[in-house]
């Protein structure tokens, strides 16, 4: 068993190969002084614009913040958009050498337009059809490259449905990992959600659990829960599953054992970005070998400390082992 210090300190120095659907979350943010007289639709005058990475990338950021070194690997376009991207990653400190520029592709962008703190609309730039073979083959030799000459601690499949993940390049990413004697973490979404079997751990958010087994899971029902978890992993054989219950906390599940944790009381801000904190501490504990109850308190405790911060932002390792001291017996 280990305490929360020693696997927060565990994850300086281990690397993470993160891969997934990347982009760019681009924000024009201004105020609205009148309506359209084109269309009843309010107009939104510019006065700033930002962007930031999202996506998989998110989940590198959150691996990056905790002291480890991410490597992420993706297929962008040939874009416009995709040099934005690259840059935005060279300015957070990531490594471009895992991107994987096709000219079938183009960058996924989320334009948010927000006036004050209304949320005006969104406007998505994206492909989500599955990778031609071509650019999954590109993919899957990448990942080979990336194993070769850096071989990671654990990988981490963050799925976002936007056609990186697959049925062609899951099985191969799984099956070079085992190769290779690294564990696998899944953050899934609908469309694969059975595609991941055989991984050491597995974590769908309530939502995600329900449209995969398509059963009606009552989030405060940790008899259900568990349930449903048992009809899971008899279809994906994987060793931990990790549901994320909101704010019920998490459920965790492993061959006999199983622990149901609470979510910490918090003054809560912002829900956005809780999923990639929740699976990037779970990775950097299961790359540890950490023991069940430990991995789910500690990406229990991280999901819940993100929220008390307005926006999409990784968690400070300081400031976890903080929140872990303070807790005590209570984690």
Known sequence: MRTPEQLIQ????????????????????????????????????????????????????????????????????????????????????????????SPLRHTTVKTRIISGHQHIVRVDDEMDSDLSATDADALIARAEALFASHKPDVVILEDYDKGVLTERTIPALIALAKRNDVPVAVDPKKRNFFAYKGVELFKPNLKELREGLKMEIRSGDIDQVKASVIQLEKVLGNGISLITLSEHGVYAHKGTEEHAMDAHTREIADVSGAGDTVIAVAALCLAQRS????????????GGLVCEHVGVMPIAPDELLAEAKRLGSAL
Not at 12 to 34: E, F
């Open 10 to 101: 565990g994850m300086n120095g281990l690397t993470a190969l993160v891969v997934g659907d990347v982009m760019v979350d681009a924000y024009l943010w201004g105020r609205v002084d009148r309506i359209s007289p084109e269309a009843p639709v309010p107009v939104v005058r510019v006065t700033d614009r930002s962007a930031r990475l999202g996506g998989a990338a998110n989940v590198a950021l959150n691996v990056h913040a905790l002291g480890a070194t991410p490597i992420v690997l993706s297929s962008v376009g040939a874009d416009d958009e995709s040099a934005r991207l690259q840059h935005l990653f060279k300015q957070a400190g990531l490594a471009t050498n895992g991107l994987v520029s």
């Open 291 to 302: 023991g069940l109850r430990e991995l789910a308190a500690l990406s229990n405790l991280a």
